[in-house]
């Protein structure tokens, strides 16, 4: 049993530094138990990039409003010093369960989902067919991912009705010198200014009262310079439960009335035509993304009808759309760890309000989950803090049972990671980086001498930032 008496702190290692973990690690730096002097704590924090914050920084659109908001909280938490960070370090990798069980009394998993959700039809496997979630991490700078995108299709379409399918359309969508304002690394500006891009289409399932995506990021789609918006009359049908969702939810009926206020607008005579068209579709469902030679031609569409209950069926209406490429985003999906089981229908670690079970259902004592790889890639920012709020709470109560590490001094699991030449980053380090990215961004000149002010360059590769992190 965890040794929780005076003589030591208990020792926690929570991997994944994105919101959920750093929520973890401040919700029990904040518990009545360890404010009340009942327990001590120390905590280590470890992710495989080499800087923190997780998908907030690599699974983010650069020009969501929200980043900033969002990140400097985390900064603040991490930023007191009662938490130590160890960037560039990959569990299973680097470390193991067994290296983590020696050295800490209880274990955290917040490592999110970072993967790409099935879209089961044919042509998916075509050349010009990506997943939104790679392309997030592309124009994100993520270290893993490669530099290049093939940005070469002038029409294109986007399946999900998302907040990732509308920051996937609005990025690709959007004239690439209107990013520069964002942390967005050079060679995302450079695929992007060099798209040929004039159409791009979002398709969703259900009706315009079933979207999943919420009045923000709808009306972010608008603020796209000379970039226009596109609706279709015949995809504007609502059923009773459509009607009964706008009366009695306030966010259904701002987004419904955003949707029909654009339509009508539409027909404005005084417009002047933009140069890129961004298409709203609903009642579609892909049937078969159609190809030539190999590569991406066009896409097959079902339409739907709403049946009386929000839901839709089919109608034997098929529509052909001339396409050059598609991005799937209907969802992520976690990824299986080493020594861990894995529900892999749901991608999440099969848990019991956090707590960690085996494959026959037994908890696994000193194992708890929170997050994204809790209970899937659903909510937002305020149902990570809620799940973070559980796990801790369930950690708490195991408390006097929990395993006892073998090597609970701080400084053992530096002495470990040293010892393998692992080259591990820290919260001193992030801040140099941060600074570096900044300068980069403060004494960024344009090619074409343009006038641009930026708070950051993203730096992208991963020795770069190791190397700037330990200067």
Same mark, same amino acid.
């Given at each position: 049993? =965890?040794?929780?008496? =005076?003589?030591?702190? @208990? ?16 919700? *029990? ?46 900064? +603040? ?6 938490? %130590? ?21 209880? !274990? ?6 970072? +993967?790409?959700?099935?879209?089961? !039809? ?24 490669? /530099? ?21 359309? %609005? ?12 942390? !967005? ?32 990021? @709808? ?11 596109? @609706?279709?009359?015949?995809? &504007? ?26 339509? =009508? ?16 579709? &609903? @009642? ?18 079902? /339409? ?23 991005? %799937? ?15 892999? %229908? ?20 000193? *194992? ?102 330990? +200067?």
């Amino acid at each position: 049993m =965890a040794n929780l008496n =005076a003589t030591r702190p @208990l020792r926690v290692a929570i991997v994944g530094s994105g919101p959920a973990g750093v929520y973890a690690a401040d919700i *029990l730096t904040k518990s009545q138990e360890v404010a009340g002097g009942d327990v001590q704590v120390s905590i280590d924090l470890f992710e495989s990039q080499p800087a923190p914050y997780g998908l907030i920084r690599y699974g983010v659109a650069p020009d969501h409003p929200r980043i900033k908001g969002i990140m400097n909280a985390l900064h +603040k938490v991490l930023d007191r010093g009662d938490i %130590r960070f160890f960037g560039n370090v990959t569990y299973g990798l680097d470390v193991t369960l067994a290296d983590l069980r020696s050295h800490y009394d209880a !274990i955290i998993f917040a490592t999110g989902a970072t +993967k790409d959700a099935v879209l089961d !039809i044919p042509g998916m496997d075509l050349e010009g067919s990506y997943g939104g979630a790679d392309f997030v991490s592309w124009y994100d700078g993520h270290p893993d991912v490669s /530099r290049e995108w093939p940005l070469i299709a002038k029409e294109i379409a986007v399946i999900g009705n998302g907040n990732v399918a509308l920051d996937v359309a %609005r990025v690709l969508s959007k004239h690439a010198d209107d990013l520069l304002v964002t942390e !967005i690394p050079d060679n995302v500006y450079a695929g992007l200014k060099s798209s040929p891009v004039t159409d791009v289409h979002i398709f969703g399932r259900r009706g315009p009262a079933q979207v999943k995506f919420t009045p923000l990021e @709808l009306r972010e789609l608008s603020h796209s310079r000379d970039v226009d918006i596109v @609706l279709y009359e015949e995809d &504007f049908d609502f059923d009773e439960a459509s009607d009964a969702a706008i009366k009695s939810n306030n966010q259904v009926k701002i987004m419904v009335n955003t949707l029909t206020n654009w339509l =009508a607008e539409e027909h404005d005579p005084t417009r002047v035509p933009a140069s890129r068209r961004l298409h709203l579709h &609903f @009642l579609h469902t892909p049937v078969e993304v159609l190809g030539t030679d190999g590569k991406v031609s066009g896409i097959k569409f079902e /339409r739907n009808e709403l049946d009386g209950t929000g839901n839709v069926r089919g109608t034997c209406e098929f529509i052909d759309y001339p396409v050059q490429a598609v991005y %799937r985003a209907v969802g992520y999906l976690g990824s299986e760890l080493p020594e861990v089981d894995f529900d892999s %229908r749901r991608g999440v670690i099969p848990n019991d309000g956090g707590r960690v079970l085996a494959s026959d259902g037994t908890q696994v004592p000193g *194992l708890y989950a929170t997050g994204w790889i809790k209970r899937g890639p659903v909510g937002l920012i305020g149902s990570t803090k809620g799940d973070a709020l559980e796990t801790i709470g369930c950690l708490l109560e195991d408390r006097l049972g929990l395993p006892t590490a073998e090597l609970p001094d701080e400084a053992a699991i530096v002495n470990l990671l040293e010892s393998r030449g692992i080259e591990f980053t820290t919260w001193e380090g992030w801040n140099k980086l941060d600074a570096h990215e900044k300068q980069l961004g403060a004494s960024y000149v344009h090619a074409d001498g343009l006038e641009v002010t930026r708070e950051r360059v993203k730096v992208v590769d991963r020795e770069q930032m190791v190397n700037i992190s330990k +200067k």
